[in-house]
């Protein structure tokens, strides 16, 4: 059974940094690709970052472009997503995801976590 489990988020200040992560379990996902997806309140979940788990690479939303850093450790089997000069506007529940296609349509993703609430003050 896959899992994917998101941990990191919290509450920060605008400017802040802060590094979500998401472990994976339950099958290879060597041929995966994994990503961040994130959905604030009253709004439609969108992409964030992606990275291919063999070969490491990597695609970003312009809303978070040269802010955020994605990145993998294979031991670990672990992903991470690095945010820097949060924004109120990144507030939401941001979702672990993974799937063999590189997509960014939410309906397409096989595999989610449960989210990870990330509150930004002003």
């Known amino acids: 059974q896959v899992q994917l489990v998101e941990s990191g988020g919290g509450l920060v200040q605008a400017g802040d940094s802060l590094r979500l992560s998401c472990t994976a379990s339950?099958?290879?996902?060597?041929?995966?690709?994994m990503g961040w997806f994130r959905q604030a309140p009253g709004k439609e979940r969108e992409f964030v970052a992606a990275i291919r788990w063999s070969g490491g690479s990597t695609y970003y939303a312009n809303s978070v472009k040269g802010r955020a850093t994605i990145s993998r450790d294979n031991a670990k089997n672990t992903m991470y997503l690095q945010m820097n000069s949060l924004k109120p506007e990144d507030t939401a529940v941001y979702y672990c995801?993974?799937?063999?296609?590189?997509?960014?349509?939410?309906?397409?993703?096989?595999?989610w976590g449960k989210g990870a609430l990330v509150t930004v003050s002003s």
């Open positions: 339950g099958r290879t996902f060597s041929t995966y690709v």
């Open positions: 995801a993974a799937d063999v296609r590189n997509t960014r349509i939410p309906n397409d993703i096989d595999y």
